[in-house]
């Protein structure tokens, strides 16, 4: 340990030998006072980091999906695979990790900007180098996740607004002169608030009394290339959050289901499909395409609108957040306070105006 200049100490740390035998010792700089490079040398000789043997970027990101992947829903696999990529075909995968730095990831995210990638895009890009990152820092190969250290900048956030009860109501019925069932899929959408690919994996059975189980969803596999495209494999798997949920339904909800199973239960067990393969959650929305086309309603408004609906109106009629969360099937409330913090502003108008009116009253 020694002080190069005022305030500014090398630490240098012996870990052990490499593969050839020959001793190797890893270099710190701390800006600060003596006691804060005598703190770092303890850190390094109590926990010295394990030699990352000239891995690269790319080999980390390589190591963690052999890891993740078969954890991972298919979708999820779809999306970090061609993320992981995208960070591979930039030239920061070539770096080895032991010598990554914050500055070469501030740098990685200016070329991304200067290349025209989207800020949704880059953010993406970054979080994968991250959980990359972290698990190679679980496993000793780095002593920091320098990605985590790095900024991205803030996202914007962009409230959406809601459909209106009259357009959702429109655009059911407009389902349901098509397809009892395509009524059915946009009704339970609305009421339930559940997903698309949650919907397409209902089975009769999962309806007792007016409780209907959400414990599954069907992921769509592609396989092929773009140009000779194979039936895709519908897979059923778990729940985007892995969490199983039960939800109420009101009477209209469960006569639909009713009178559906009493006329199509003998051709297979899906709700919303007949026969042996459950619905693809592709054909879900092309039902709400033609629906919205019919009801007439803009062409802005998605099929997970309607979900985006069921949680605004339920938050901003007053029902409680935790409620509202477990419905949706959110991994815990803070991530429906995140997305819905507009229906909670709206809904404490609401508490200001109950408040005021208390006041004002004498009797």
Known sequence: MRERSPGVWEVRVFVGNDDRGRPKQVSRTVRGSKRDAQRLAAELTVVPPSPSSGRTVADVLDAWL????????????????????????????????????????????????????????????????????????????????????????????????????????????????????????????????????????????????????????????????????????????????????????????????????EERERYGPWMLNPGDRPLNPERLTNWWRLARRDAGIETRWRLHDLRHWSATEAIGRGHDLRTVSGRLGHANAAMTLRTYAHAIDGADADVATTLAAALEDES
């Open 66 to 261: 052999e890891t993740n992947t078969p954890t991972w829903a298919a979708s999820t696999v779809r999306d970090q695979m061609s993320r992981a990529s995208l960070v591979k075909q930039d030239r920061i995968a070539a770096t080895p990790v032991g010598r990554l730095t914050v500055l070469d990831v501030d740098r990685w995210h200016a070329r991304l900007r200067a290349g025209g990638v989207g800020e949704s895009s880059l953010r993406n890009q970054h979080l994968v180098l991250r959980a990359a990152l972290s698990q190679a820092a679980r496993w000793r190969w780095v002593v920091t996740n320098v990605a985590a250290l790095a900024s991205v900048g803030r996202r914007k956030a962009v409230v959406r607004s809601a459909m209106t009860s009259d357009e959702v109501r429109a655009v059911i019925a407009a389902a349901e002169r098509r397809d009892p069932a395509a009524g059915l899929a946009l009704r339970l959408a609305a009421v339930t608030g559940a997903r698309r690919s949650e919907l397409c994996a209902l089975v009769w059975s999962d309806l007792t009394g007016d409780r209907l189980r959400i414990d599954s969803s069907i992921e769509i596999v592609r396989r092929g290339t773009k140009d000779d495209r194979q039936v895709p494999t519908l897979v059923d798997a778990a729940t985007k959050t892995g969490n199983q949920r039960v939800v109420r339904l009101d009477q209209r909800s469960v006569e639909a289901i009713v009178a559906l199973r």
